[in-house]
């Protein structure tokens, strides 16, 4: 079976770390190793690391980073495994038998780079599981439900196409999936996260949006599809404020559509 190490980017936020690291150390297949990128001003994540009993997977860095992206890099800088996932503090994994099931899946089809599933999260105000197979065709609709927190990477990967681009502040994962787009792909029907909606791309939405355009005409131009599809997600966002569009989507999920 393949060897993977999980990656976590903390924050300020013990509370989230503990509850992350908790479902890690539950995993019926433990990590060959855990990194903790700690980017805290405060001492507390710092100081349950050093003086709470840790497993030997787990393994810290205590400085200060120019942001996500850098973060994330430093993490897989220092992953000596053949499969990497990045876990934020906050993110959970969904059950038990996450990693042993993914390790299957990549030894099951060795040419596979990248994995992604499903994750549960919250969507006017109800908790729903997106996620699709990933389509290199539909880039222009963003991350489309591939969710981030459930791509599993292998470490050669980011060798040949690099690592998070620190230009970027919140649509770093999605600049990396552009890339990542002709690397062969396995998409894993399973839950695998339940997201913490605390992150950047939730309370900056629409910022996101905006971000992710340009990326995308990085790489390929303009695209009227792009267009249209964001200015479909832009009222569909402003919708979901209101009383009547989350009655709207309470029916979506009752009719079994939320993941369109």
């Avoid at 810290?60 to 890099?73: H, Q, T, Y």
Wanted: net charge positive; hydrophobic share 40%.
């Amino acid at each position: 079976m393949a060897s993977i190490t999980v990656i976590t980017i903390c924050f300020n936020n013990l509370a989230d770390l503990q509850r992350t690291c908790a479902t890690i150390d539950a995993q019926t297949h433990l990590p060959n190793g855990h990194w903790v990128i700690n980017g805290s001003f405060t001492s507390d994540i710092e100081q349950w690391l050093l003086y709470t009993p840790q497993p030997v997977y787990r393994k810290w860095m205590n400085e200060r980073d120019e942001g996500i992206s850098d973060a994330f890099n430093k993490g897989i800088e220092r992953a000596g495994s053949e499969i990497t996932h990045l876990l934020h503090a906050g993110d959970c994994y969904a059950s038990n038998d996450v990693l042993e099931v993914v390790l299957n899946n990549f030894g099951k089809h060795p040419s596979v780079q990248w994995a992604s599933g499903n994750i549960q999260m919250n969507r006017g105000g109800r908790s729903v599981v997106v996620g699709k197979p990933f389509e290199r065709s539909k880039l222009y609709r963003g991350m489309r439900s591939v969710s981030h927190p459930t791509w599993f990477v292998k470490k050669a990967v980011y060798d040949r196409i690099g690592t998070f681009n620190n230009k970027y502040k919140i649509a770093m994962d999605y600049d990396l999936m552009c890339r990542m787009a002709n690397e062969p792909y396995l998409y894993i029907d399973k839950v695998m996260v339940v997201f913490d909606d605390a992150g950047i791309s939730n309370r900056k939405y629409l910022d996101s949006l905006k971000e992710n355009r340009q990326v995308y005409e990085s790489y390929f131009g303009f695209s009227f599809l792009l267009v249209v599809w964001q200015l479909r997600l832009k009222l569909l966002h402003l919708l979901l404020q209101t009383p009547f569009g989350k009655w709207l989507f309470y029916l979506k999920k009752k009719i079994g559509l939320e993941n369109l």
